[in-house]
């Protein structure tokens, strides 16, 4: 997946999501501030994309981390949301490679209830370090806020960093956040360190 996508992401969190500033966002659900998210982003990919030849060619890797996503809930203006990501990637020719969820999403207007799941997700060989990114996935699930539900739908795309793939990081696109006839739009990015 072209990496154009990540202009998006700049524009709506700003210079601070892209430099690693953070700013002073909520809380996430953990208690980790959007300073932690960016030292994490800023960590995970300091050590630069890994050379696909040097990933694991079978068996699983389990990632955890962050997600900061711009959520518009409730019918109000789109507002930082931050949670957790569990991540997890099949190499090898397994089925539906990349796998898992999102969840404890909290922001300015308090705690959301329910997860967003990880699926149908595919891996590129032969991505382009400078222009492609190496696995995309489809988000999706129902989140209440308020005793009010949000159908929500995404896609993620991203690439492995460090040695071995030791960690993960990457955007959140083309997001849609549905209520009744109502459909608003939304992006994020993430990032993972590898578990032990």
């Known amino acids: 997946m072209v990496r154009f996508v990540c202009l998006g992401v700049c524009i709506v969190f700003g210079l601070a999501a892209c430099s690693g500033g953070g700013g002073g966002d909520v809380g996430a659900g953990n208690g980790a501030s959007a300073d932690g998210f960016a030292a994490l982003r800023d960590r995970v990919t300091t050590a630069g994309i890994t050379p696909f030849a040097t990933l694991p060619p079978m068996g699983e890797v389990a990632y955890a981390g962050r997600v900061r996503l711009s959520l518009p809930l409730g019918g109000t203006a ?38 967003l799941q990880i699926s ?21 699930g129902t989140l209440t806020q308020n005793a009010v539900a949000h159908d929500v739908t995404a896609e993620m795309s991203g690439d492995f960093h460090g040695p071995q793939g030791a960690g993960v990081a990457g955007v959140i696109a083309r997001g849609a956040v549905r209520r009744g006839d109502d459909i608003d739009t939304f992006d994020g990015s993430f990032a993972a360190d590898r578990s032990p």
């Not at 789109?78 to 020719?93: E, K, Q, S, T």
């Not at 969840?103 to 308090?110: H, V």
């Open 78 to 115: 789109a507002a930082p949301y931050h949670g957790d990501l569990d991540l997890r990637v099949r190499f090898g020719a397994a089925p539906d490679p990349v796998t898992g969820r999102i969840g404890n999403l909290q922001g300015g207007a308090g705690p959301v209830t329910g997860h």
């Open 120 to 140: 149908d997700g595919r891996i590129y060989p032969d991505a382009a370090a400078a222009r492609d990114y190496q696995f995309t996935a489809d988000l999706s």
